[in-house]
């Protein structure tokens, strides 16, 4: 991650797994985060709702949720504390796409059979 995304990152104090946060600015909330397990990268996911971030698809964060599925097709629903998420498997990856007020708010990449809340 130092390698992509250099060593300007915040450390979560109280996560359960070692989790850095990359913010566009010090101390603010939108950006990136990283999990780690064993030393590697097991999840990526959106901070809050960063602007500009979107699919190869055209899938923006802002859109609405239905768009989701107009683009990827159905899937599963799970329901996290004060967001959903929507989850798309190929083969052992799952793509969350978070949704809040039935808009796009974010985007998360992990191995599939992790939990998609944090």
């Known amino acids: 991650m130092r390698s ?3 060593s300007g990152f915040g450390t979560c104090r109280g996560c359960a797994a070692p989790t850095w946060y990359f913010t566009y600015r010090p101390f603010t909330q939108q950006g990136a985060g990283v999990e ?7 999840a990526l996911f959106t901070l ?3 602007p500009g971030w979107r699919t190869p698809k055209g899938l923006a964060i802002g859109d609405p949720a239905a768009k989701i599925t107009e683009l990827y097709g159905p899937m ?6 004060g967001y959903s998420s929507l989850l798309l498997r190929r083969g ?3 793509t969350a796409f978070y949704v809040v007020d039935a808009k796009l708010y974010g985007f998360g ?5 992790r ?4």
């Open 4 to 6: 992509a995304w250099g």
């Open 92 to 94: 052992a990856t799952l």
């Open 36 to 42: 780690f397990r064993r030393g590697a990268a097991a």
């Open 76 to 81: 599963p629903l799970e329901q996290c504390i």
């Open 109 to 113: 990449l992990m191995r599939y059979g």
């Open 48 to 50: 809050w709702s960063p």
């Open 115 to 118: 939990s998609p809340c944090f």
